[in-house]
Each structure stands twice: as C-alpha cells, then as structure tokens.
C-alpha cells in the first residue's frame, strides 16, 4: 500500500481538496492535504498519502513562506482579487511607508481571518455564512510574522514576501497592511513558497503529476518526512511494548515533546515524551 507524503505544485483554479480528489481518483489512493491553499494561490501544497494521513497535525503546523502580488486602492469582500469590489481609495503612498508599514507587521500580531475562510463557526464554515449575506464574527488569533519584505514596487502593484506562523492569512495580512497605508489593498496573487523545510521547487506540477503511472517513486516516507522531530530508537522489548499499546517509563523528567519511534531502521510511529513518560501517539499498521 503506498504511503508517505507527496508534494504538489498547485495550479491557480482548483481548491484544494479539489487537488487531493484528483490524486485519489487517478491513483486510487487514500489521500489528504496538510494546510489548504486558496484556489486563487498557486505553489506548494503536502498531500498525504496512506498511511501519512494520520499525522496530518504534525505538517499542518510548520511554519510556511508566501510571495504574492498586491494591488493598492481596492478592498474586496474576499481580500483578493476573486471577490467583489467593496471600495475605491486614492493612492497617496510611497514605496518607502510601505516598508516601514511592513515593519510594523512583523512579530507576534492578532490578526482576524477574512469572512470568506474555511474557519469554523458553530459549525459552519466562515466562507458558507458569508455567501449567504451573514455578518461573520471571527475572534482575532495571535500569528507571528518572521519576515515581511518589499519586493517590488511599481504603485498601484507591489510584491511582497511573508515568512510566517501556521494559520496565518496572507489576504488578512494584506488587507490590513492597506488599510494601515488608508489605501486600502487584495491580493492579485500569492504563491507558497515553502512549508517547514519542504521547497516549492522539489514539487511536481499537478498536471504532470497526473501523466505518471506510478508515484511511488515521489513519495517521502512518513519517518524521514518527520525529520523535524527528535528520533528515538527502541530496543526489544521496549519497542514490543510501545507497539502493544504501553507506557513507557523514562529515568528522568524531560518537557513534553513528540518524537519518532524506530525499532532499528523501521519507522513505528509518533511517541509522545511528557514527563517522566513516553507513550505511543501514533502508531503505523501491521506493527
């Protein structure tokens, strides 16, 4: 059974699990995705495929870095350019403020997700209450902005580049960047760049993707695709025991972190270390 995790160069147009279906459909796979990308953006999407699917939450939290292209004097109701046009402002602004407006982003910022997102309340997505003309009240969230970076200047468009915390919104970043400039500001593009140390530019394009008879070649194993966590390996009998289900007790306290279990050179899962324990949290099948 193939498993491991597969990176994709999304095209602009499809969404997201518009993406996964394709890739279940064409290889008969069970699939899923580690952090939705907007049909508007293109660029690096982590597609788990098997087994991988059951440590989603572990890739869906990496940090992530976006270019995209902005247009200043416009607000949309989506915060891009697939929306309608809420507001036409004046552009009075030079590519210097711009800059150091930029700086005034970047640390730990709360930030509120645009009303068209897929974030959930009362059970509903945000972007299903906002098309039925719904007002849509979403609680800010503290995001951390690494890096924010002026590429390109050319009013009314600018390129920008964001280094940033998982969940954060590039449409929101933009659009509040444009309403601090009193200019208002969408996205006319946005493309990810990176997620963890997974690069855009070790993917393979969605429609070549598709041409291929057999993925197995490109699939990272769920262990080495984990290389971000600290690796243990098991002896006999401990590793019997972390497999049947076991706690297993450690000589010291140590802060609660997961880690990857090996058994020698074979992969068994995620343990999770807390305290003086170590316990299985995710475990492969057929173990």
Known sequence: MLSGLLLVDKPKGPTSMEVVESVRSRFGIKAGHAGTLDPIATGL???????????????????????????????????????????????????EELKE???????????????????RLGGKRAYQLARKGLKVDIKPVEVHVYRAELLSCNM??????????????????VHELGLELSC???????????????????A?????LLSIEDIGGLLIPVGEALSFMPRICLGGELSRRIKHGSVVRLREN??????????????????????NTLRPYRLMQGL
């Open 45 to 95: 999407l982590l597609v788990l495929v098997g087994e991988a699917t059951k440590f989603s939450q572990f890739f869906t939290g990496l940090d992530k870095a976006y270019r995209t292209t902005a247009k200043l004097g416009e607000i949309t109701d989506t915060y891009d350019a697939e929306g309608e046009l809420v507001e036409l402002r004046s552009v009075m602004v030079s590519c």
């Open 254 to 275: 140590l802060e609660k972190t997961f880690v990857r279990l090996y058994e020698n050179d074979r992969f068994l899962g995620v343990g999770l270390i807390e305290g």
């Open 156 to 173: 009314p468009f600018v390129e920008l580049f964001f280094e940033v915390s998982s969940g954060t919104y590039i449409r929101s970043l």
């Open 101 to 119: 407006a930029l700086e005034r982003f970047t640390g730990k910022i709360l930030q509120k997700p645009p009303p068209f997102s897929a974030k």
């Open 184 to 202: 208002g500001a969408h996205v006319v593009e946005l493309r990810r760049l990176r997620v963890g140390d997974f690069k855009v530019d070790m």
């Open 204 to 208: 393979v394009a969605l429609s070549r």
